[in-house]
């Protein structure tokens, strides 16, 4: 079992930047593909990055790249999603997720159902 707790959500201007972290404990020691996805009210959970487990190799939905940015530091467990120039559109709760993958695996996952644990969320609000 892996648990993430995501943090760094808040309430931001357009244009402002945000930094999301999602911490990882529990069995950390394996290898996992990360994801971050997230829901607006009243929309469905939708992709917004993910990054491999070897090679680091991202990939992001279309309305985000270029402003986004996903990493990871396995060493401290931790991914991050660095959010600039943002918009009132990416108001959501944003929510951090985990697949186990082969110890060399270099593939990245864009759909939910691909994912076996998952953050409680955290809000991001932009204001116009």
């Known amino acids: 079992q892996v648990q993430l707790v995501e943090s760094g959500g808040g309430l931001v201007q357009a244009g402002g930047s945000l930094r999301l972290s999602c911490a990882a404990s529990?069995?950390?020691?394996?290898?996992?593909?990360m994801g971050w996805f997230r829901q607006a009210p009243g929309k469905e959970r939708e992709f917004v990055a993910a990054?491999?487990?070897?090679?680091?190799?991202?990939y992001y939905t279309d309305s985000v790249k270029g402003r986004f940015s996903i990493s990871r530091d396995s060493a401290k467990n931790t991914l991050y999603l660095q959010l600039d120039s943002l918009k009132p559109e990416d108001t959501a709760v944003y929510y951090c997720?985990?697949?186990?993958?082969?110890?060399?695996?270099?593939?990245?996952?864009?759909?939910?159902?691909?994912?076996?644990?998952w953050g409680q969320g955290t809000q991001v609000a932009v204001s116009s």
């Open positions: 990054i491999s487990w070897i090679g680091a190799i991202k």
């Open positions: 997720a985990a697949r186990p993958v082969a110890f060399n695996s270099r593939n990245y996952y864009r759909s939910a159902v691909e994912y076996d644990y």
């Open positions: 529990g069995r950390t020691f394996s290898s996992y593909a």
